[in-house]
Nanobody
Framework: QVQLVESGGGLVQAGGSLRLSCAAS????????LGWFRQAPGKEREFVAV???????SYADSVKGRFTISRDNAKNMVYLQMNSLKPEDTAVYYC????????????????WGQGTQVTVSS
């Protein structure tokens, strides 16, 4: 069992930066694949980035070069550094966890946080 709690969302102007954090609790949290997803109003939840236990990463094309996912296994934390933010990045951002391999498919993740709102003004 893994519990996830996101923080760091807020309101930022286009071109600005935000850093999201996700605290993972549970004995084996450091061994899980951790991903970030987002959901804008009226849209489906979409993949943003994922990192496996050894640090391997993958990104959605829409955020590649602007966002960076990282993790600190000693602290059971995963981060999403978001730079050059655009209004279309506005969404609720969710942290998610699963065992085994990395995947962009939201339906394959077992554990989810409550989400944190990111709003980018133009």
């Amino acid at each position: 069992q893994v519990q996830l709690v996101e923080s760091g969302g807020g309101l930022v102007q286009a071109g600005g930066s935000l850093r999201l954090s996700c605290a993972a609790s549970g004995r084996t949290a450091s061994s899980y694949v951790l991903g970030w997803f987002r959901q804008a109003p009226g849209k489906e939840r979409e993949f943003v980035a994922v990192i496996n236990w050894s640090g391997g990463t993958s990104y959605a094309d829409s955020v590649k070069g602007r966002f960076t996912i990282s993790r600190d296994n000693a602290k059971n934390m995963v981060y999403l550094q978001m730079n050059s933010l655009k209004p279309e990045d506005t969404a609720v951002y969710y942290c998610a966890a699963r065992s085994y391999y990395s995947t962009p498919r939201a339906d394959l993740y077992d554990y989810w946080g409550q989400g944190t709102q990111v709003t980018v003004s133009s």
